[in-house]
C-alpha cells in the first residue's frame, strides 16, 4: 500500500476507527534475548533498557509521486524533546511536572506546573492530561480540549490515533493519524516513523498531512 493510497484510506475512516497491518517481530531478537518492559516504556513505546530518548519531529513534510518525501530540517520547522528512564524503566518527570499513578503504577495524570511569563498571566501552567488504560492496546486520553483513543499494537506502536474535541465550545478540528515506521534499532524499538494526519473541521472537507519523527535512544 503506497502512502498517497493509506492517505486516501484514512480519510474515508476519519469518523471510525483506527486500524493498521500487521507488524512483523524480529523472531532472531525475540529469541535471543527478551526484552525489559515496563508499563512506562510501554506508554512511550519503548522496550529495553532506555536511559533516554531524543525524538524529533518534522513538521514541514510533502508526499512526492505517491511515495518520495520531501522533509524540511529547518528549525523553524521541527521541535526536539528528549524524556529520560531510570534503571527500573520509570519515566523521570522534569522539575516542574506533576505525575499520578494507579495501584498498578501506571501513569493516570500528567501536569505542567511551569510558571506562566509574568507579564502575561499570573501563577502556573495548568496543562493536564488524564489517561484511562483500558487495555494493553487501547489507551484513553483527554486534557487540554481534546480526547484521544490510542491504539497500540502488541509490541507497543502506535498503530493509529482518532482525537475529538471535549466539547462543542472547543471548536477543535476531529482528527486521526496512521503510523508507518521506517526504521528500527537492535531492540526493536522504532527510530522513524512517517505519520498521516487527517483533520477536518466544521463544514470541511478532510485535510491531509504528514509529520516524519525521528528517534535517538541511548540505553543503559
Known sequence: MTIKT???????LLTASCSSPDHAAN?????ASPEFHTGDLAIFE???????????TYH?????????LSIDTNAVN?????????????????????????????????????????GLHGGF???????????????ESSGMGQFATTIYDDNH????????????QNRGDIGSCFNIYRAEDNHGNWTE??????????????HVSYTVDTREIIYY
Open 27 to 31: 523472531e532472531n531478537e525475540e529469541t
Open 78 to 118: 521541527r521541535v526536539e524533546t528528549k524524556i529520560y528512564f531510570d534503571s527500573l524503566g520509570h519515566y523521570v518527570k522534569r522539575r516542574n511536572e506533576r505525575i499520578e499513578r494507579d495501584s498498578e503504577g501506571r501513569i493516570i495524570k500528567w501536569s505542567d506546573g511551569r510558571p506562566n511569563i509574568k
Open 157 to 168: 506502536r502506535i498503530i493509529g490515533q482518532y482525537t475529538n474535541p471535549l466539547s462543542n
Open 193 to 206: 516513523r512517517l505519520t498521516v494526519w487527517v483533520t477536518q473541521g466544521e463544514s470541511e472537507i478532510p
Open 6 to 12: 493509506l492517505a486516501s484510506f484514512a480519510a474515508l
Open 46 to 56: 519503548l522496550c529495553g533498557r532506555v536511559r533516554n530518548v531524543t525524538k524529533t
Open 60 to 68: 514541514k513534510v510533502t508526499l512526492i509521486d505517491g511515495d518520495s
Open 125 to 139: 501552567l495548568r496543562d493536564t492530561l488524564r489517561y484511562n488504560h483500558v487495555s494493553e492496546n487501547l489507551v
